[in-house]
Nanobody, 115 residues
Framework: QVHLVESGGGSVQAGGSLRLSCVAS????????MAWYRQQAPGKQRDLVA????????NYTDSVKDRFTISRDNAKNTVYLQMNSLIPEDSGIYYC????????WGQGTQVTVSP
């Protein structure tokens, strides 16, 4: 069974940076389109923030373009999200998962950006 474990969140001031990591224990990253999702409040849906295909091509939601960078290391079964120029609206719990045939969600990692 594959477990997704996110880490790297924290509390930062606006303008700061964070680097999130997501390790898929048991593999299942290679060959999959992987994404980072954000849940901005309890009970709200998880919104896709960025995705990366196996060939390295990426897509971002408009609000994070030019500030966030998603990357992957298939050998380490790990997906990263480099977040720069953070704004308070980026706050939330960040999760990673496959875009298709989703795995069980991990616990996520909390990001809090203060003004």
């Amino acid at each position: 069974q594959v477990h997704l474990v996110e880490s790297g969140g924290g509390s930062v001031q606006a303008g700061g940076s964070l680097r999130l990591s997501c390790v898929a224990s048991g593999g299942m990253v290679s060959g999959s389109v992987m994404a980072w999702y954000r849940q901005q409040a309890p009970g709200k849906q998880r919104d896709l923030v960025a995705l990366i295909r196996d060939d390295g091509s990426t897509n971002y939601t408009d609000s994070v373009k030019d500030r966030f960078t998603i990357s992957r290391d298939n050998a380490k079964n790990t997906v990263y999200l480099q977040m720069n120029s953070l704004i308070p609206e980026d706050s939330g719990i960040y999760y990673c998962n496959r875009v298709l045939f989703k795995l069980a969600w991990g616990q996520g990692t909390q990001v809090t950006v203060s003004p």
